[in-house]
C-alpha cells in the first residue's frame, strides 16, 4: 500500500518519545529503586552508578511505619470514601437533572465549575474554609449546628459510629477539620468532591441521555413507572459508565498529591500522608533518590493493576465494535 | 462515551412529555439542587469576597462577612509581593503562558498527526502501537519523575520554561492521540482515499481532507491541554528550582507560605490562577464537557 513507510516514519517520533520517556524512564526508575542511591551526588554515568542491594529499599519502606500502615491505609480510606461520595453526588445529580429540568444547562455547569480548577486552587480555598478559627466554624455557629455537632459526638448509642470515623480519620464532625488527625482525612475527601463530583455527574448524565427514548417509551407503555424505569432500565445501563467512573477516580487516589499537599502537607503528624507525598519529600528534600524510586515503583503496580485491565477491555471491546 | 452521548449532553433531551403544574416531587427535586448549588458556590463566594478585603479587615472578620468595600490591595499584593526571592502570581502568570501555550500547540498537533495515522493509514500493529502509547496516559508520574529530573539536568532544561514545555508535550501525547484517534475514526476513510486517487499523499491528504474537518477537534484537545497544563503542579514543583520559571500554581502556592495569614493575598492569588481556565470553561464550556468525557478512553 503506497505511504505505508511514511506513515511508519510519521509515527515513529511519537514511539520513540513515549518508549524513552514512558517506558525506559520507567526502568531507570526501577533500577534506581534496587541500589543504594541514598545520597547527594552527581551520577557519572547514564545509571545510578551505587551498588545494586536488591529489594532492600522495598524492605525499608515496608519496615518504615509511615508507609505501611500509615500512607496505604491513608491511601485506601481516601479512594474508598472519595469514590462513594462522589459517585453518589454524582448520580442523584444526574437523574435529577434527567427530570426536564428548568435552568438544566445552569445547573451543570455551576456544578462542573470546579473541574476548570487546578486541585491547587481548590486545595487553598478549602484550607482556608477548614481553618478552625476562621472557617466553617464560624459560619455554624449561628446556626446552631455546632451545639447539635457536640450533641451528636457525645450521645453515647452513636459511640461506635463516631469510633470508627475516628479511626478511619474521617469524623468530619469534629472542630478543626485540618488540625485534627481524627478528621483531617476526611477534609481532603470533601474538597476532592467538591471538585470532582460535577465530571462523575456529567458521565452519569451522558449515560442517562445514551439510552435510546425509545427504550424509555417502551418501558413506559409495559406500565412501569418513572421510578420503575430508573431502577429496573436506567441505571443498569450505566454500569458501563459506573467502571469508567471508579477506574477514573481510583487512579486520580492513588497518585492524588497536590490537593493533600496543599491542604495539609500529610499533616497533622502524618494523619493524611499519602504515598505520593512521602515519594516527593524523600526525593527532593531528603535526597533518599532509591527509597523514593521504590515507593514510585509501588504506585506504579498499585495504578498498573487497577488500569490495565480496564485499558485492554475497552480497547478489546472497541475492536469488537 | 460516543461522540453523539457527548452531544446529547451538550443539548438537553427533547422532552417527551414536558410536565407542568405544581407537584410536591419537583418541589423537593429544585430544593435538592438549590442545596448542591450552595456547595458547589459557596467556596466562590468565599474566595471572591475575600479578595477583596483590606489587611485589617481579614484580621478582624470572619471569612464568611461580605467586604465592606471592594479594595484591591490583596490583589496588588498577591500579583507581585513585596518579599525578596518570591516571584509572586504576576510572574507566574508569564511563566504559566509561555509554556502553556507552545506545549498545548504542539502536542495538539502531533496528536493529530498520530490519530490520523493510525485511523486513515492502518497497518499490522497499529492498535498495538496505539495501545503502546496511551499506557503514558495511566502511569504516576512519580514513577518517571527521578530520571525525568535527571534527563532534564543533562540536557540541560532542568529549571527551564523550555524543559517544562517539552515535559507537557511527551506527556501529553497518549491523551491528544487518542481524542484524535476517537475524532478521526467518525470521518470517513473514503475521503482520504478520493484524495489519495487525484494524486495526494499521505501528507497531502491531511493537509486537504483532514486538517479543515479538524477544527472542533483541535478545540476540545486545545482546551484540555490547556487546562491540564495550565493547573498541573508535580511537573512545575519538581523541575523549576527558582521563582523566575515557577508557574502559577507553584506561585501561589508559595503565596501560601509566604502570606500564611493573609487570607486576602491568597484568594486574590487563587482568583487570578483560575480566571484563564474558568473563562475557557465559560465560554467553551461544550467542548470542554466533551474532553472530559474523553478521559473515559472511549472519546
Same mark, same amino acid.
Not at chain 1, 554515568?45 to 545510578?48: A, E, I, K
Given at each position: 500500500m503506497r505511504g505505508r513507510l511514511l506513515t511508519i516514519l510519521l509515527l515513529a517520533p511519537a514511539a520513540i518519545a513515549s518508549l524513552v520517556f514512558v517506558y525506559l524512564f520507567i526502568a531507570w526508575t526501577f533500577y534506581a529503586s534496587l541500589t543504594s542511591w541514598n545520597a547527594i551526588r552527581p551520577l557519572k554515568? +547514564? +545509571?545510578?552508578d551505587f551498588p545494586i542491594i536488591g529489594l532492600a529499599n522495598y524492605q525499608t519502606l515496608f519496615a518504615t511505619q509511615r508507609f505501611w500502615p500509615n500512607d496505604v491505609f491513608n491511601t485506601a480510606v481516601f479512594t474508598v470514601a472519595f469514590i462513594i461520595l462522589s459517585v453518589a453526588i454524582g448520580l442523584l445529580l444526574a437523574i435529577l437533572l434527567d427530570q426536564h429540568i428548568r435552568g438544566e444547562v445552569l445547573f451543570r455547569n455551576i456544578f462542573l465549575l470546579p473541574m476548570a480548577l487546578s486541585f491547587v486552587v481548590t486545595a487553598t480555598i478549602w484550607a482556608w474554609i477548614f481553618n478552625p478559627n476562621t472557617g466553617i466554624n464560624q459560619l455554624l455557629d449561628p446556626l446552631g449546628i455546632n451545639a447539635v455537632r457536640t450533641g451528636l459526638l457525645s450521645f453515647a448509642p452513636l459511640k461506635p459510629l463516631w469510633d470508627v470515623l475516628d479511626f478511619l480519620r474521617i469524623d468530619v464532625l469534629r472542630l478543626g477539620l485540618t488540625t485534627d488527625p481524627r478528621a483531617a482525612l476526611g477534609a481532603v475527601v470533601i474538597a476532592a468532591t467538591w471538585q470532582m463530583s460535577g465530571f462523575v455527574m456529567a458521565m452519569f448524565l451522558a449515560g442517562l441521555r445514551g439510552v435510546s427514548e425509545e427504550l424509555r417509551e417502551a418501558a413506559r407503555v409495559d406500565g412501569a413507572t418513572e421510578r420503575q424505569i430508573y431502577v429496573h432500565v436506567l441505571i443498569p445501563q450505566l454500569r458501563p459508565v459506573l467502571v469508567s467512573v471508579i477506574v477514573i477516580l481510583g487512579y486520580i487516589s492513588l497518585k492524588i498529591f497536590d490537593l493533600v499537599f496543599i491542604m495539609t502537607r500529610g499533616g497533622p503528624g502524618i494523619a493524611t500522608d499519602v504515598p505520593s507525598i512521602f515519594m516527593y519529600l524523600s526525593a527532593f528534600q531528603s535526597q533518599l533518590y532509591a527509597l523514593a524510586a521504590s515507593i514510585a515503583i509501588v504506585m506504579l503496580i498499585v495504578s498498573a493493576i487497577v488500569v490495565i485491565p480496564y485499558m485492554w477491555s475497552q480497547l478489546r471491546s472497541e475492536g469488537q465494535a | 462515551m460516543s461522540e453523539q452521548t457527548a452531544a446529547a449532553l451538550t443539548t438537553p433531551r427533547p422532552s417527551a412529555r414536558r410536565r407542568t403544574g405544581f407537584s410536591w416531587t419537583r418541589m423537593l427535586i429544585y430544593l435538592v439542587l438549590f442545596l448542591f448549588t450552595i456547595f458547589y458556590l459557596l467556596p466562590v463566594y468565599v474566595v471572591v469576597a475575600d479578595s477583596f478585603k483590606t489587611l485589617p479587615e481579614v484580621s478582624t472578620t470572619s471569612i464568611w462577612q461580605p467586604p465592606k468595600s471592594i479594595d484591591f490591595g490583596a490583589w496588588a499584593s498577591a500579583l507581585t509581593p513585596p518579599l525578596v526571592g518570591s516571584g509572586g502570581i504576576g510572574s507566574g502568570l508569564v511563566n504559566s503562558v509561555m509554556m502553556t501555550v507552545p506545549a498545548v500547540v504542539i502536542s495538539s498537533v502531533w496528536g493529530s498527526l498520530n490519530g490520523y495515522l493510525l485511523t486513515k493509514w492502518r497497518f499490522r500493529g497499529a492498535d498495538l502501537l496505539f495501545a503502546f502509547l496511551l499506557f503514558g496516559m495511566f502511569i504516576p508520574y512519580q514513577a518517571i519523575l527521578i530520571p525525568l529530573v535527571q534527563f532534564l539536568q543533562r540536557i540541560g532544561l532542568y529549571g527551564t520554561l523550555p524543559g517544562l514545555a517539552l515535559t507537557h508535550i511527551m506527556y501529553g501525547i497518549p491523551i491528544t492521540t487518542l481524542i484524535f484517534r476517537n475524532y478521526y475514526s467518525a470521518i470517513p476513510t473514503e475521503l482520504v482515499e478520493a484524495a489519495n486517487v487525484d494524486g495526494a499523499g499521505v501528507i497531502g491528504a491531511y493537509w486537504r481532507v483532514i486538517l479543515p474537518l479538524s477544527i472542533p477537534g483541535f478545540v476540545v484537545v486545545g482546551i484540555w491541554q490547556f487546562t491540564s497544563i495550565w493547573n498541573e503542579f508535580l511537573f512545575g514543583v519538581t523541575l523549576t528550582n527558582s521563582p523566575n520559571v515557577q508557574p502559577v500554581t507553584v506561585a501561589l502556592q508559595n503565596l501560601a507560605g509566604s502570606f500564611a495569614a493573609l487570607y486576602n493575598v491568597q484568594m486574590a492569588g487563587a482568583i487570578i490562577t483560575a480566571i484563564p481556565t474558568v473563562l475557557a470553561f465559560v465560554f467553551l464550556g461544550r467542548y470542554f464537557i466533551r474532553g472530559l468525557l474523553a478521559g473515559s478512553l472511549k472519546g
Open positions: 554515568g +547514564l +545509571l545510578p | -
